[in-house]
């Protein structure tokens, strides 16, 4: 079966708008800083960027507060073209073991995390469908550990679902993940060491 190459999808689309002089806007889902960084001095060339931060999977409540604030901050220091603002969803950690129940044994990178990726991507699409956006997008492909098929997937069913373009994407080619590094190095971001949730951790 033959991948899609969403970094070359990407590109037509990123092409298609400096063309014609736009500047759309963008809601783009973000794990945390470290993820985000090369996405936002990528795509902050093009769009009108606020960073989406909705992660419910992530324990515990210190740890989310800590990427909270490392996001922020990395907003306030990185420059880019077109300012960055920041719109934070609600932190409800019952309802990531809800969706998880059952799943918890299964490896990681598998359903359990199939589930997570739509489960905030799904918070994604309603937040830019309800703010008026142009598009909405998520930082994860950036991730060698993500399934950016799997993404790009749920991302374009929900997209048909909710009538809000999604923007495809595989952040992690072209190096993305290696400047993701070379940003968090440079900025002096926390950078965890597990994906968030308690079963990442083992």
């Known amino acids: 079966m033959n991948k899609t190459n969403y970094q070359t999808e990407l590109d037509r689309i990123l092409q298609n708008l400096a063309e014609r002089g736009e500047t759309p806007t963008l809601l783009m889902h973000s794990c945390c800083a470290p993820c985000s960084s090369y996405c936002l001095s990528y795509l902050a060339e093009y769009f009108y960027i606020t960073i989406y931060y909705y992660n419910p999977n ?75 956006f142009d598009y909405f997008t998520t930082t994860l492909s950036v991730s060698p ?40 190095q440079e900025y002096d971001l926390y950078r965890q060491n597990y994906c968030g949730c308690v079963y990442s951790q083992s």
């Open 58 to 132: 992530i324990s515990p409540a210190s740890e989310y507060q800590k990427r909270v604030q490392e996001q922020q901050r990395l907003i306030r220091e990185l420059p880019v073209k077109h300012p960055v603002s920041f719109q934070e969803g609600q932190y409800d950690p019952e309802r990531f073991f809800a969706m998880a129940k059952g799943l918890e044994q299964v490896p990681e990178g598998g359903e359990r995390c199939f589930r997570c990726y739509e489960m905030r991507q799904r918070e994604a699409a309603i937040a830019a469908k309800e703010g008026g």
């Open 145 to 184: 550990h993500k399934n950016a098929q799997k993404l790009n997937e749920i991302g374009l069913r929900l997209q048909e679902e909710y009538g809000i373009r999604y923007l495809v994407s595989d952040f992690k080619k072209r190096n993305g993940y290696l400047q993701s590094i070379a940003l968090s």
